[in-house]
């Protein structure tokens, strides 16, 4: 009987198989929609992974991602001895589901994985089943589940909810190991799901070196950045509208910059003419963080729902200036009770940009410093746990 366990960015304390003390592996991760936080973790297992050995690949979906997605896919995929294989993942149940998903089980079983790793909720559906079929055919893939938040960010009591987490708890049988990468989200799961049955771990999200370099502010920058989805989950809407009411707290204009894509964008452009910020709210497309950090002094991150996210540890360890709301892992950051922590809430959010601006040194005094962020949020620290979980999950008869 497989025993729970959960460290903060270590694996299980569980023997490892006889056969599963080195050598390379092949490993597969499954994913829907190649943006944001889940594609950056992604990139950096896939990196990680390549450096020490093993044969990688990526399955996503085709139909998603512009033209900065496409870009770093294109800059990824010669790396990876499995290659990238795209084909159409909608994003929520139906009928299309069929068809797509024999689609791209026909991909995965010819890449013939050791690890199969499904992110966020239709990846690790996709993996878990994948994985199953597959070892009914013969193959016997280790199945290994990464929520990412996923179907967590619904409401338990809603119809979707209720349909979303009777999956996962269907799932759990067909899953082999479970990788939170943070303790809000194992404690959602948990109560919204239920404990797993399978075995389970913390690991948080990891950084690279290069991305503990400060990043020097330009000339002339904003007072205010937002770098994100253009997606309500993200806030965008709440930047804006805390934009304004600090303005009108402190009977000045002030300026900002909001970085990336989305559905979302034009209903924000049209958000922020009407509150008359007119030309101070540049809006520029997704690009790499690290370019758009020095664009402003004061970085926001006002998301509604996250599970851990990278932008966070990113603008941290660049020596930024962070307000952050004070959901999903965030606070497992900053520490909880920080002052640049907030609520979601425009004017929760408008109080402490004001606050920050009175005094932006001591403001910044407050952020946790780089070397505490280095020694628990390092990608050589992730990945080192994840093969190790790995290989803990390779059924013991390979």
């Known amino acids: 009987?497989?025993?729970?366990?959960?460290s903060e960015a270590s694996p299980p304390?569980?023997?490892?198989?006889?056969?599963?003390?080195?050598?390379?592996?092949?490993?597969?991760?499954?994913?829907?929609?190649?943006?944001?936080?889940?594609?950056?973790?992604v990139r950096d297992l896939c990196d990680a992974?390549?450096?020490?050995?093993?044969?990688?690949?990526?399955?996503?979906?085709?139909?998603?991602?512009?033209?900065?997605?496409?870009?770093?896919?294109?800059?990824?995929?010669?790396?990876l001895s499995l290659g990238v294989r795209r084909t159409p993942m909608q994003r929520h149940i139906g009928i299309g589901d069929l068809t797509a998903a024999r689609r791209a089980y026909g991909v995965v079983r010819e890449m013939r994985p050791d690890v199969l790793h499904g992110h966020g909720a239709k990846g690790g559906v996709y993996a878990r089943v994948f994985g199953t079929m597959m070892r009914m055919a013969g193959q016997r893939p280790a199945r290994i589940y990464s929520p990412h938040g996923g179907s967590l960010h619904y409401a338990a009591e809603t119809a979707t909810g209720r349909v979303f987490f009777a999956i996962e708890r269907l799932m759990d049988r067909f899953t082999d190991h479970i990788l939170f990468v943070s303790d809000y989200e194992?404690?959602?799961?948990?109560?919204?799901?239920?404990?797993?049955?399978?075995?389970?771990?913390?690991?948080?999200?990891?950084?690279?070196?290069?991305?503990?370099?400060?990043?020097?502010?330009?000339?002339?920058?904003?007072?205010?950045?937002?770098?994100?989805?253009?997606?309500?989950?993200?806030?965008?809407?709440l930047f804006i509208d805390a934009l304004a009411l600090t303005r009108d707290l402190l009977g000045r204009d002030l300026t900002a910059v909001m970085v990336g894509d989305g559905a979302g964008l034009e209903g924000y452009r049209r958000q922020a003419d009407e509150l008359g910020f007119g030309e101070r709210i540049r809006f520029l497309p997704a690009?790499?963080?690290?370019?758009?950090?020095?664009?402003?002094?004061?970085?926001?991150?006002?998301?509604?729902?996250?599970?851990?996210?990278?932008?966070?540890?990113?603008?941290?360890?660049?020596?930024?200036?962070?307000?952050?709301?004070?959901?999903?892992?965030?606070?497992?950051?900053?520490?909880?009770?920080?002052?640049?922590?907030?609520?979601?809430?425009?004017?929760?959010?408008?109080?402490?940009?004001?606050?920050?601006l009175d005094d932006e040194r001591a403001f910044h005094a407050i952020m946790p410093p780089p070397e505490e962020l280095r020694a628990r949020f390092g990608a050589d620290v992730m990945a080192k746990a994840i093969e190790t979980v790995y290989r803990t999950s390779l059924p013991i008869t390979r």
């Open 1 to 6: 009987m497989s025993v729970n366990a959960c």
């Open 13 to 41: 304390q569980t023997p490892l198989p006889a056969q599963a003390g080195g050598g390379k592996l092949r490993i597969v991760h499954c994913f829907r929609s190649p943006v944001g936080g889940i594609f950056r973790h």
């Open 49 to 79: 992974q390549r450096a020490a050995g093993h044969d990688v690949g990526i399955i996503c979906d085709s139909t998603t991602g512009g033209d900065y997605e496409a870009s770093l896919i294109a800059a990824l995929e010669p790396s």
């Open 186 to 237: 194992k404690r959602t799961f948990e109560q919204k799901v239920g404990k797993p049955r399978a075995p389970f771990s913390l690991v948080y999200n990891g950084l690279t070196p290069a991305e503990f370099e400060p990043v020097r502010t330009v000339g002339n920058a904003a007072d205010f950045l937002y770098i994100g989805m253009m997606r309500d989950l993200k806030g965008p809407d």
């Open 287 to 356: 690009m790499p963080a690290r370019e758009a950090f020095g664009l402003a002094r004061i970085m926001v991150v006002p998301s509604r729902a996250e599970a851990m996210p990278y932008i966070v540890l990113e603008a941290l360890a660049a020596g930024r200036t962070l307000i952050a709301t004070a959901v999903g892992g965030i606070p497992e950051v900053f520490g909880a009770g920080s002052p640049a922590l907030t609520e979601p809430d425009a004017g929760a959010i408008a109080g402490t940009m004001q606050r920050a």
